[in-house]
């Protein structure tokens, strides 16, 4: 009982204190980070996410934030994928006409494509980007780069809108209606895909699982190991033998190839992460339920 009172205090307080709207502005899935805005026009901060490395493979991924009217110079840099979070943004490439970024859109920029992003003049705008962080340039190569200018940044015509389709209001990013039912979750759960192969960055696949209040799954190990971006909600984690976690938007699990874990939705809070399996390897061992470690029980 002490256990479940514990757990269930700090829920609420996560939850009731660290994602109230700031007054005047749209509330954001994710923390905003660093602040970066001596390399841009106006107001952008950097969180990293993923850092590459040599046990997960996976290329380096960080959240951009941009405050109205914000937004980057030209330029240029290694193999990108964006994915629209929250707010609308554009995205241009040099010589072809701006686009319009919103919840959801996917974006591929090839390395050495000179191109600018940023928010509209009155929307926050918060992307994930993807991308080859050790990229250089052939030294013959040359690229357009420079300052956007406020009179260019005013002028610029959108002629596409965004193609996302409607989402679950619920949740930050598109799940299929259908649920998803499986004897690894003790209730059913709902898919989506974020990012399909292939992509500029040459990721693996991004895979939404959004859980209802109380559904987890099985205690179970992945050959290659898994990375998990929590979205929504908040919910759990634990790996074999370590503590319970409470995950909440922002927050990545990096799990080991091969060590048991499982994860799921608080008992009384909806949950939703982002799912990343490297090598886009889906071999899974699955063992008993963790009916002992999930609080409610």
Known sequence: ???????????????????????????????????????????????????????????????????????????????????????????????????????????????????????????RFQQIVIYDKYWQADSGDKAHTGAVSIEEYKKIPFVAKSKATEKNKEFTFKCNPAPFQSPNFNKPVYLGKILAKPNAAGSPEWVYVAFPKGAYNRWHSHKTGQILIATDGVGLHQIKGGKLEVLQPGDVVFCPPGVVHWHGAAPESSFAHIAINPEDNHEVTWYDFPTDEYPAN
């Open 1 to 123: 009982m002490l256990k479940r009172m514990i757990v269930f205090m700090l829920l609420f307080s996560l939850f009731s204190t660290a994602y109230a709207k700031e007054v005047g502005k749209e509330e954001l899935p994710f923390p905003l980070g660093a602040d970066i805005s001596n390399r841009f026009t106006g107001t952008v901060h950097r969180n990293d996410l993923i850092g590459a490395d040599d046990v997960y493979r996976v290329p380096q991924t960080n959240v951009i934030t941009f405050e109205p009217g914000s937004y980057s110079g030209w330029h240029v840099h290694g193999a990108m994928t964006v994915i629209g979070v929250a707010g609308e943004g554009i995205y241009q490439e040099r010589g072809k006409d701006a686009v319009l970024i919103r919840p959801g859109d996917v974006v591929h920029i090839p390395a050495g494509v000179s191109h600018f992003h940023g928010a509209t003049a009155n929307s």
